[in-house]
């Protein structure tokens, strides 16, 4: 059994354009909670929230990214992707977009036009995972993982865990990752209980979107509320009070330093420094409509 380091509540709740109300849960910038979060940067938690019907965009327009990988899991409403590499998506509930900025790219994340027009409660995660500094300079790609081809695992009666990236129990996530990373969405009934086996040696977190659980049958978690386990051990134990949603995270630490600066992270100031230059001078990416 892992044991629980501790459990943390975001207080950090703040507009990231104007479509997304966030609680950031953590981030990289606190270096001794980094340490402990390998390979995961940052955890944003957006809403749940109300829009009222607009026929105005929402969101965050064009940005740049380097070093690392954002991935967004649309729990309610919609998000509309763009990027400098011309590739586009929509996510609603149950989709999820895992985007490689890699070498570096340029996006716009805006909430669907059709999200935008009817209104409604918007819900989302976005995470940040690390990239070895063998990979800070991969080629950006972009997947967009939908909710039909996102596998669904039944946990003994007591609820379910759709399996984005990594495995569970022998059942493949469809996520492409560069290092060895679990990405679970679980639902686990009110009255239910369900262990769940992780990877011994790797960082495990998790984090209650909605309910009430007891963990590893000592510590009780709410809402928003996350849980950061020692790496040592190979199960972590839920039982739900209340229906439940959790978000399951596993990762293989990286062992490199991380140095960062707003949407650049990467190893050392040199390549922090060269990240900026590259964005000014127009060498990370394109906006695609001013393209030549």
């Known amino acids: 059994m892992k044991k629980i380091i501790g459990i943390h509540r975001s207080t950090d709740a703040h507009w990231v354009g104007d479509g997304f109300p ?3 849960v953590f981030n990289y910038q606190d270096a001794a909670r980094s340490a402990a979060l390998s390979p995961f940067l940052l955890l944003g938690y957006a809403g749940p ?12 327009d064009w940005h740049p990214h380097r070093g690392f990988e954002t991935v967004s899991i649309a729990y309610q409403g919609e ?12 996510i609603g509930p149950g989709d999820v977009q895992w985007m490689t900025a890699g070498a570096g790219i340029l996006h716009k994340e805006m909430h669907g036009r059709e999200f935008a027009r009817r209104g409604g409660r918007f819900e989302m995660i976005q995470l940040w995972v690390n990239l070895p ?7 950006p790609r972009y997947q967009t993982l939908l909710a039909r081809d ?27 990752t560069f290092t060895p990373v679990d990405l679970w969405d679980v639902r686990i009934e009110a009255g239910g209980r369900a262990e769940l086996r992780v990877p011994e040696g790797y960082t495990t977190v998790l984090f209650v979107l909605k309910g009430k ?33 959790l978000l399951v995270l596993n990762g293989q630490p990286i062992a490199e330093p991380v140095v960062g600066h707003g949407p650049f992270v990467m190893n050392t100031q040199q390549e922090i420094r ?19």
């Open 49 to 60: 929230a109300d829009f009222d019907p607009s026929e105005q965009a929402r969101g965050v």
């Open 133 to 139: 500094a063998r990979h800070k300079m991969a080629e």
């Open 274 to 292: 060269q990240a900026i230059a590259d964005y000014q001078n127009g060498t990370l990416g394109h906006v695609p409509s001013l393209a030549h």
């Open 213 to 245: 659980a007891l963990i590893n049958a000592s510590q009780p978690a709410g809402e928003a509320d996350l849980v950061l386990f020692e790496r040592a051990g190979d199960a972590i134990t839920v039982e739900a009070d209340a229906d439940t949603t």
């Open 79 to 90: 998000v509309e992707h763009e990027d400098s590499t011309g590739s586009r998506g929509r």
């Open 22 to 24: 966030v609680r950031t």
């Open 150 to 176: 996102i596998p669904e695992i039944s946990l003994a009666g007591s609820g379910r865990l759709r399996v984005i990236a990594g495995e569970f129990e022998g059942v493949k996530g469809p996520a492409k």
